[in-house]
């Protein structure tokens, strides 16, 4: 049986750790406000803006632009989006699961990788894939120059036909407690089916198609990086809030059965001593 001493050390220090959870849930509550508010300024825009130039894009030219064209499933490159920092549940080895498997279901395909965030660096540098750009340390001060920087290499990569696909891997913000994972297909630009209804409707351009296209789809990569950046930073903060409230609730429970382990120990020796002291003046 342990000594009381022992115990009451270890009640101390699973103490210390619940003062610790809990500052780290209330600075992720704060920061979690201030995701929010910036995922729902930009997520109404950028969803406009992909339906918009989806239903052009359908019908254009396919080679009316280069990032209009569609060459096939070759060379892929897919940009993983996860934390600099642990301490977050799931949240990174969730997305780390998905992009193994993504990899394991093409064995065949030219795959490479785009990381922003330490975590999946650290993890995909022990293993045999290709790594086009590491983004790391960009949460500290996150801006949209950032994602201008990623979509230009994305841009870039996919103009020079070094990728026939790119592809966005991260969690979206849905609620504190609910961060689904998504695959989005950022380039090509997809083409939706025309249905037979929508054919009498078509647009027209001001200035021309060409000069349309030339300024809006740079622009509509830019916005899609930026919005995937925001939505998993506020997944992030979600994921870390759950995650310390639930280690905080763990180590309220751990205190209390260690404080009644305690008061048992600490019966238990006085009842000894009591009855050695009886013992001895009964002898």
């Known amino acids: 049986m342990p000594a009381l001493i022992d115990i009451r050390r270890r009640i101390r220090s699973v103490k210390s750790t619940q003062q610790v959870t809990k500052a780290m849930k209330m600075v992720s509550a704060a920061k979690l406000?201030?995701?929010?508010?910036?995922?729902?300024?930009?997520?109404p825009f950028a969803r406009k803006m992909m339906e918009v130039l989806n239903r052009m894009a359908s019908r254009a030219d396919p080679?009316?632009?280069?990032?209009?064209?569609?060459?096939?499933?070759g060379k892929a490159?897919?940009?993983?989006?996860?934390?600099?920092?642990?301490?977050?549940?799931?949240f990174n080895a969730n997305i780390i699961r998905t992009v193994t498997r993504f990899i394991a279901e093409r064995p065949?395909?030219?795959?490479?990788?785009?990381?922003v965030g330490r975590k999946g660096r650290d993890f995909f540098r022990r293993r045999a894939v290709k790594v086009r750009s590491e983004h790391v340390g960009v949460?500290?001060?996150l801006r949209f120059e950032t994602a201008r920087e990623i979509a230009a290499d994305l841009i870039e990569a996919f103009t020079s036909h070094e990728v026939d696909r790119v592809f966005l891997v991260h969690n979206e913000f849905k609620s504190v407690i609910q961060q689904?994972?998504?695959i989005d297909r950022l380039l090509p630009i997809e083409r939706h089916e025309i249905r037979p209804e929508d054919l009498e409707q078509d647009y027209v351009y001001e200035p021309a198609p060409a000069a349309i296209f030339e300024d809006m789809l740079p622009r509509h990569v830019e916005v899609q990086v930026w919005r995937a950046l925001l939505e998993s930073v506020a997944a992030e903060h979600g994921a870390r809030m759950t995650a310390m409230d639930a280690a905080t609730n763990n180590a309220t429970d751990l205190i209390d059965r260690l404080t009644l382990h305690m008061n048992k120990v600490r019966q238990a020796a006085i009842t000894?001593?009591?009855i050695e002291v009886v013992s001895g003046a009964g002898a």
């Open 63 to 73: 080679h009316s632009h280069p990032l209009l064209e569609d060459r096939g499933e």
């Open 108 to 115: 065949d395909a030219d795959l490479q990788l785009s990381f």
């Open 77 to 90: 490159l897919a940009v993983v989006i996860t934390a600099d920092k642990g301490l977050c549940g799931a």
């Open 139 to 141: 949460y500290q001060a």
């Open 180 to 182: 689904p994972l998504v």
């Open 272 to 274: 000894k001593e009591i």
């Open 33 to 43: 406000r201030r995701a929010q508010e910036a995922i729902f300024s930009a997520r």
